[in-house]
């Protein structure tokens, strides 16, 4: 009887690690236009057998996460692959009243319209996008409620985006706390972690880029430097001759000294590397994949197919590593 239940006990024991499927996360990091090498990143994932169940995303990593999570990545990828410098003015409507200089509410009609209503709960995906409570600095975990009012909380960069309202908070783009979302991924279930760090080798770059001289424009790129012009010639346009001076004065036309717009994404940089190299110290994932895009701009979003194939370069560095995570699920 007693060698009976110790065979019981066995099969049952062996029954429930059959049962325990080991759970792969994935967390895509911020970074603005170079984000658009996480579609590069999922798409090789997928092509060496590898599909996160867990999705977790920070500012941009929230938009291509999201678009994953609800089976919308090749709208995504197919809008991204055809955007021009063009579309980045059209989809500008500025603010100077609403807590920064673009409101968004533009690029959500187009998300709206393409990905439709949908609730986080209901993605096919298990998916959340990290978030920053104004008021406290609280890092915000959104895993429930509209899958577009999330990601474009996630992605209210201070001083270029206006931040969101959502129950009650005034919330901004999560990379103040969180820029490769970890953490989350695991609080969500995630056994094993695959991370996407895009901001690991830009501090600085913006500055020597520009002080170099070094940029050239190619194939109708746009700079963030033309971006900028533009920005600030709509805003112009509004003003009088004076308020017009005053404007040029405060954004920094000087060639001497860095303008309003190298000093903002020069901090971006230089944040969210510190923040990121603090959280990963305490919270390391599996495999870390960091595609080098310092070549890109905050605002370049006409170069996702740059981008994409950076993406699906740094998973193919890292083929080994993944090869021997899956060997041991």
């Given at each position: 009887m007693a060698e009976v239940l110790a065979v019981s006990i066995k099969l049952q024991d062996k029954k429930m690690l059959v049962d325990k499927k080991t759970k792969i996360g994935l967390a895509l990091g911020s970074g603005s236009a170079r984000g658009w090498a996480h579609i590069g990143v999922i798409r090789a994932l997928e092509e060496m057998g590898i599909y996160p169940e867990i999705i977790t995303g920070c500012s941009i990593g929230s938009l291509v996460g999201g678009a994953y999570a609800s089976n919308r990545l090749d709208v995504?990828?197919?809008?991204?692959?055809?955007?021009t410098w063009q579309d980045i003015i059209s989809y500008m409507d500025i603010s100077?009243?609403?807590?920064?200089?673009?409101?968004?509410?533009?690029l959500m009609a187009f998300a709206r319209l393409h990905v439709g209503e949908l609730d986080i709960q209901s993605l096919p995906l298990t998916f959340a996008a990290v978030a920053t409570e104004l008021d406290s600095g609280r890092e915000i975990w959104l895993r429930e409620g509209n899958l577009v009012d999330s990601i474009r909380a996630s992605i209210a960069l201070p001083g270029l985006f206006a931040p969101v309202k959502l129950d009650g908070r005034w919330l901004v783009d999560g990379g103040l706390v969180d820029p490769v979302p970890i953490s989350l991924c695991r609080a969500m279930g995630a056994d094993v972690v695959i991370a996407v760090n895009l901001n690991g080798d830009l501090v600085g770059k913006h500055l020597k880029r520009k002080n170099s001289g070094s940029v050239q424009k190619k194939n109708n790129k746009v700079s963030d430097e033309d971006v900028w012009d533009r920005i600030t010639?709509?805003?112009?346009?509004?003003?009088s001759e004076k308020k017009e001076a005053l404007l040029s004065t405060l954004l920094g036309q000087s060639k001497e000294a860095p303008g309003l717009f190298d000093v903002l994404a020069s901090s971006i940089n230089i944040m969210q590397d510190k923040i990121t190299r603090s959280r990963m110290a305490g919270d390391p994932a599996e495999i870390?994949?960091?595609?080098?895009?310092?070549?890109?701009g905050l605002m370049e979003f006409d170069q996702a197919a740059v981008a994409i194939e950076e993406g699906r370069a740094c998973v193919k560095n890292m083929r080994f590593a993944l090869d021997k995570m899956v060997s041991e699920l």
């Open positions: 995504l990828e197919d809008w991204a692959t055809k955007f100077l009243l609403e807590g920064g200089f673009i409101r968004g509410d533009k010639n709509q805003i112009s346009n509004s003003f870390m994949l960091t595609p080098r895009l310092s070549s890109l």
